[in-house]
C-alpha cells in the first residue's frame, strides 16, 4: 500500500509536465491570432481612405453629391481623369507634375548631400560647438514653417526669387535639411569607426575606406531618409501656394487647389482623380528603393 502510494506522484509528474507546453503553445497561438487581426483591423483602417479616393475618382459627380453611399463605382468613368488632364479651362497637370518633380528631387538629392556631410562631422569629429548644433536641429524642427513664412518670403523676394523653381527648392532644402541631419546621424552613430581603421591598417586611404567600407553600410539609411524627404517635399502646400503662384510655377499641391470653387460647385471627382495622379509618383519611388528602406529602417531601430 506504501509502495503504491509512492510511486503515485511519479506516476503523475509526467502528465502534469507534458500539458504545460501544450497551455504555453495554446497561449502563443491565441496571442498571435489576436495580433494578425488586429493588424489586419489596423491596414484596413489606414487602407480605406486610399480606397475612397481611388474609388470616388472614377464615379461622376453627381454620385457622390448624393445622399447614397456608393462602395464601388456603379456607373464607372473615366471622365475625372480626362478633365484633370485635358480641359482646355484648366491649368494644365503636366507643366506642374513636372515641376513638382524637379522641386522634390533635387531638394532630396542636394538636402542628403549636405545633410550626409553634416552627420559625418557631428558623429566622426569631436568640435568646441558639436552639442550646440545638435541642440539647434532639434530646436529648429520645432518650429513650424508657417510661423516663418513672412520671413521667408521676404528673403526669397529680396533675392528676386519669387515664382521660380530655384527659390522654392532653395526652401525646401533649408525646411528639410534638419530632419536628414538628424536621421543620417542616427544611421552614421551606429556604423563603429574601427572598421574603417581596420581597412586602413589593410593598406586603404582614408577616403578610399570611407567609401570601400562605411559608405556602402549607410546606403539604407540614405534611402529610407531620403523616402520621408521625398514625401515632405512632394505635398509640401503652404510654401509653394506663397512663393509659387503663377499657374506656370504651380506644383501638384497647389495646382490641385484650382479645382475648388468658393461660391459654385466643387468637382470633387476631378479632385480625387488629381489626389489619385498625384500620388502616383511617390508610390513608383516607395517601390523602387523599398527593399533599401526596409534595411534601413531596420538598421537605424536598431543602431540608432
Known amino acids: 500500500m506504501s509502495a503504491t502510494t509512492?510511486?503515485?506522484p511519479r506516476t503523475g509528474a509526467p502528465a502534469a509536465t507534458s500539458s504545460a507546453p501544450r497551455r504555453r503553445g495554446g497561449r502563443r497561438g491565441l496571442s498571435t491570432a489576436l495580433w494578425s487581426a488586429l493588424s489586419v483591423v489596423l491596414f484596413a483602417?489606414?487602407?480605406?481612405?486610399?480606397y475612397w479616393m481611388v474609388n470616388t475618382s472614377f464615379q461622376p459627380n453627381n454620385e457622390i453629391r448624393g445622399s447614397e453611399i456608393h462602395f464601388w463605382p456603379d456607373n464607372f468613368t473615366l471622365r475625372n481623369y480626362a478633365t484633370v488632364l485635358f480641359d482646355p479651362g484648366r491649368t494644365p497637370f503636366a507643366p506642374a507634375a513636372v515641376n513638382s518633380l524637379i522641386v522634390t528631387l533635387t531638394t532630396v538629392v542636394v538636402a542628403l548631400v549636405f545633410a550626409f556631410l553634416a552627420a559625418i562631422a557631428v558623429t566622426r569629429f569631436r568640435?568646441?560647438?558639436r552639442r550646440g548644433f545638435i541642440v539647434m536641429i532639434l530646436v529648429i524642427q520645432m518650429i513650424p514653417g508657417e510661423a516663418m513664412i513672412v520671413s521667408i518670403f521676404r528673403v526669397i523676394d529680396g533675392w528676386h526669387l519669387l515664382?521660380?523653381?530655384i527659390g522654392l527648392t532653395i526652401v525646401y532644402v533649408a525646411t528639410v535639411l534638419p530632419f536628414t541631419i538628424w536621421t543620417l546621424r542616427g544611421f552614421v552613430n551606429g556604423v563603429p569607426a574601427d572598421l574603417e581603421e581596420a581597412a586602413m591598417i589593410d593598406g586603404c586611404s582614408r577616403a578610399g575606406a570611407f567609401w570601400r567600407v562605411t559608405f556602402p553600410?549607410?546606403?539604407p539609411g540614405l534611402v529610407a531618409t531620403g523616402v520621408f524627404g521625398f514625401i515632405q517635399a512632394w505635398n509640401e502646400f503652404v510654401i509653394a501656394?506663397?512663393?509659387?503662384a503663377r499657374p506656370e510655377m504651380m506644383t501638384l499641391p497647389v495646382w490641385l487647389r484650382t479645382f475648388l470653387v468658393a461660391n459654385g460647385t466643387t468637382n470633387w471627382a476631378a479632385i480625387m482623380a488629381g489626389s489619385t495622379l498625384m500620388a502616383i509618383p511617390v508610390i513608383v519611388f516607395f517601390l523602387i528603393v523599398q527593399g533599401r528602406m526596409t534595411s534601413g529602417l531596420v538598421s537605424g531601430a536598431v543602431k540608432g
Not at 483602417?45 to 486610399?50: I, T
Not at 501656394?241 to 509659387?244: F, Y
Open 217 to 219: 553600410l549607410l546606403a
Open 6 to 8: 509512492a510511486t503515485a
Open 45 to 50: 483602417l489606414f487602407s480605406f481612405p486610399v
Open 163 to 165: 515664382n521660380t523653381l
Open 241 to 244: 501656394l506663397v512663393l509659387n
Open 127 to 129: 568640435f568646441s560647438s
